[in-house]
């Protein structure tokens, strides 16, 4: 079973720019988690999404969104780019929310110059 | 307001002793508590994890000890290899929201560096 896919694993931005991650979530696998990891704050939680619908948000500004289509494959978007938006994006996929064990993807590694 | 706290940055231990990984949290409703390893440029890899009516959880030359009352959890690896040597983070999970459904999202301390030497 393939694991956890993030597209793409490197990009380069600019300041102002907007960004589109994509996340495909381990087959039948229905909840998908996002985290930002940065050096100085660490695994930093941003949503949580199941069927469709976003169940939990972290504390992050509105200039970062995201959704989920019907094939559980998910989506995040960072608009308005900031320095401070460069890390590491890390998506995680389990069954059904508040399952145990989340299962993360390699992520994507965002510089924002 | 940093609710899991890994306050070790970094652990240095000689191949085939013991590894002994710490974490504390401060949020009384966690109930499910993971560690994760994590190899540079990879996602964090699922290790191990017990939940909160338990004190000990084992699998293999892993094992996790979570003490409620000190709000403390720790990660024993024996014995240590080379090839464990990576990022660690321990992850908490659990609480109620104001509807009532409990909280899927993991909280994670900032990770320890362990390094193995041979």
């Known amino acids: 079973k393939a694991g956890v896919t993030q597209t793409p694993r490197y990009l380069i931005k600019t300041r102002g720019q907007q960004v589109t991650l994509s996340c495909s979530p381990i087959s039948g696998h229905r909840s998908v988690s996002w985290y930002q990891q940065t050096p100085g704050q660490g695994l930093q939680f941003l949503f949580e999404?199941?069927?469709?619908?976003?169940?939990n948000k972290g504390n992050f500004p509105g200039r970062f969104s995201g959704r989920q289509f019907s094939n559980s494959r998910s989506e995040m978007n960072v608009s308005t780019l900031e320095l401070g938006d460069s890390a590491l994006y890390l998506c995680?996929?389990?069954?059904?929310?508040?399952?145990?064990?989340?299962?993360f993807g390699p992520g994507t590694r965002l510089l924002v110059l | 307001d940093q609710q899991v706290k890994q306050n070790s940055p970094s652990l240095s231990v000689q191949e085939g002793r013991i590894s002994i990984l710490n974490c504390d949290y401060t949020n009384s409703m966690f109930d499910y508590f993971l560690w994760y390893k994590k190899y540079p440029a990879e996602g964090p890899t699922f290790l191990i994890s017990?939940?909160?009516?338990?004190d000990k959880n084992e699998d293999g030359r892993f094992t996790v000890f979570l003490n409620k009352s000190a709000k403390h959890l720790s990660l024993h690896i024996v014995p240590s290899q080379p090839g464990d040597s990576a990022v660690y983070f321990c992850a908490a999970r659990g609480g109620l929201n104001a509807g009532g459904t409990s909280y899927g999202k993991l909280t994670f301390g900032q990770g320890t560096i362990l390094t193995v030497h041979p």
């Open positions: 999404y199941f069927s469709e619908t976003q169940r």
């Open positions: 995680a996929s389990s069954l059904i929310p508040d399952q145990e064990t989340q299962y």
């Open positions: 017990i939940s909160s009516i338990k």
